[in-house]
C-alpha cells in the first residue's frame, strides 16, 4: 500500500505541474517588417563621430499571464480538477487490490484484517480526493463572493 502512495504522489508532483504550468499560445518573436530579410540590425550612428549614443527606447512589450487563469481560486480549482483525474484510478486499483487480497486470503484471519486494513486506506483515500476537491470548490466560491 505504501508503494502505491508513494508512486501516487511521484506521478502527482511530476506530471500535475507540466498541465498546470502548459501555456496554450507560443511567445511573441519580433520579425523586421521592412523589405531586408534577415540583415543584421545597425546600431544608430550620431553626427559627432565616434561619441557614444544613447540607446533609443524600443517598443515596451507588455507582460502576459503565462497561466491561462485569471484568479486564484480557478488555478486552485484547475491543480485539485488535475489531481482528481490522475490520481482516480489509483483509487479504483486501491480498490481492486483489496478485492483481490479478499480472495486471496481464503478464510485466514491475518490476512482477512490485512485486507480489511486495505480497503480502510482505500476508502480514506477517496475521502480526501473528492473531499480535497470539495474543500476547494466551497473555498473558491466563497472568495469569489467575497471580492465581488
Do not use: R
Request: hydrophobic share 50%; no cysteine; aromatic share 10%.
Amino acid at each position: 500500500m505504501k508503494k502505491i502512495i508513494i508512486t501516487g504522489l511521484i506521478v502527482f508532483y511530476t506530471v500535475v505541474p507540466g498541465f498546470v504550468l502548459a501555456g496554450d499560445t507560443a511567445p511573441a518573436v519580433n520579425t523586421p517588417t521592412s523589405g531586408a530579410g534577415n540583415a543584421a540590425p545597425s546600431l544608430p550612428t550620431s553626427g559627432a563621430g565616434n561619441a557614444p549614443s544613447t540607446p533609443s527606447a524600443g517598443p515596451i512589450t507588455p507582460l502576459t499571464n503565462p497561466i491561462k487563469y485569471d484568479t486564484f481560486s480557478d488555478f486552485v480549482s484547475a491543480v485539485i480538477k488535475a489531481a482528481v483525474d490522475i490520481l482516480m484510478p489509483f483509487v479504483v486499483l486501491a480498490f481492486i487490490w483489496s478485492g483481490f487480497l479478499f480472495v486471496k486470503a481464503q478464510g485466514k484471519p491475518a490476512e482477512i484484517e490485512a485486507a480489511q486494513k486495505a480497503i480502510t486506506y482505500s476508502v480514506i483515500g477517496a475521502f480526501i480526493l473528492f473531499g480535497s476537491w470539495g474543500f476547494a470548490q466551497i473555498i473558491g466560491t466563497t472568495i469569489s463572493t467575497l471580492t465581488k
